[in-house]
T-cell receptor, first 115, second 114 residues
Framework: GNSVTQMEGPVTLSEEAFLTINCTYT??????LFWYVQYPGEGLQLLLK?????DKGSNKGFEATYRKETTSFHLEKGSVQVSDSAVYFC??????????????FGKGTLLTVNP | NAGVTQTPKFRILKIGQSMTLQCAQD?????MYWYRQDPGMGLKLIYY???????DKGEVPNGYNVSRSTTEDFPLRLELAAPSQTSVYFC?????????????FGSGTRLTVV
C-alpha cells in the first residue's frame, strides 16, 4: 500500500535560517503529493502540491519538488520566520485503484522558529 | 465561505458515555472523512464516505460509527467512550473533480475521556 515517511522532529531553528523537512513515499503509479501545515490549535491547511514528476509546488516562500527517481518531496524554505512555527505533514494521493481519492499522511514534523 | 464546520470544539466525556461529533460542509463535496490525531502519531483514518448513503471503514474504525444521510453532513458517533478515544478529531472533505487540490479540513474537536 501507499506510505509516507517524513523526518522526525522536533526541528528548532533561528529566524532567517534555512529549512528542509525530508519526505519520501512509497506508492504505485504516479501519486499526487502535498504538504499540509497545522498551526497551533487549528486544523490542517494545504500549503502546496505537485501532481506530476518534476513539478515544483510553492507557496508563502516554501517549495517542494516532486522527484520520482528518488520518490521524494522535500519541503524547503530559504529564510524561516517565527510565524512559520507549526506542524508540517507530507501526504500523497494515489492515482491507481478504486480508492485513489484518499490521502495518506506522514506523522508530521514540529517546527519551532525562535527569534 | 464556511468550508468544513465541526462542533463541538472541546468535550469531556466520562467512560461509557456516548456522543456525536458533528461535521458539515457547504462546498458540495462528495467525499468526506474522519481522522483522529494522536500526539506524535500523525492522522489515522476512522471512516470515510464517497457520497450520501455510502460509508466505509478506514484504518481505526472500532468504537465508532458514522452515517451520511445528506451530502452536507457526516456525523461521527462514539458509543461507550473509552480513554483510548482521547484524541483530536478532524473532519475533511474533497471533490472528485478537484482531487488534485487535496482536502479541506475542519478546525477539529478535542475530546477527553476520563
Amino acid at each position: 500500500g501507499n506510505s509516507v515517511t517524513q523526518m522526525e522532529g522536533p526541528v528548532t531553528l533561528s529566524e532567517e535560517a534555512f529549512l528542509t523537512i525530508n519526505c519520501t513515499y512509497t506508492a504505485t503509479g504516479y501519486p499526487s503529493l502535498f504538504w499540509y501545515v497545522q498551526y497551533p490549535g487549528e486544523g490542517l491547511q494545504l500549503l502546496l502540491k505537485a501532481t506530476k514528476a518534476d513539478d515544483k509546488g510553492s507557496n508563502k516562500g516554501f517549495e517542494a519538488t516532486y522527484r520520482k527517481e528518488t520518490t521524494s518531496f522535500h519541503l524547503e524554505k530559504g529564510s524561516v520566520q517565527v510565524s512559520d512555527s507549526a506542524v508540517y505533514f507530507c501526504a500523497l494521493r494515489g492515482n491507481s485503484g478504486g480508492s485513489n481519492y484518499k490521502l495518506t499522511f506522514g506523522k508530521g514534523t514540529l517546527l519551532t522558529v525562535n527569534p | 465561505n464556511a468550508g468544513v464546520t465541526q462542533t463541538p470544539k472541546f468535550r469531556i466525556l466520562k467512560i461509557g458515555q456516548s456522543m456525536t461529533l458533528q461535521c458539515a460542509q457547504d462546498m458540495n463535496h462528495n467525499y468526506m472523512y474522519w481522522y483522529r490525531q494522536d500526539p506524535g502519531m500523525g492522522l489515522k483514518l476512522i471512516y470515510y464516505s464517497v457520497g450520501a448513503g455510502i460509508t466505509d471503514k478506514g484504518e481505526v474504525p472500532n468504537g465508532y460509527n458514522v452515517s451520511r444521510s445528506t451530502t452536507e453532513d457526516f456525523p461521527l458517533r462514539l458509543e461507550l467512550a473509552a480513554p483510548s478515544q482521547t484524541s483530536v478529531y478532524f473532519c475533511a472533505s474533497s471533490s472528485e473533480t478537484a482531487t488534485n487540490y487535496g482536502y479541506t479540513f475542519g478546525s477539529g474537536t478535542r475530546l477527553t475521556v476520563v
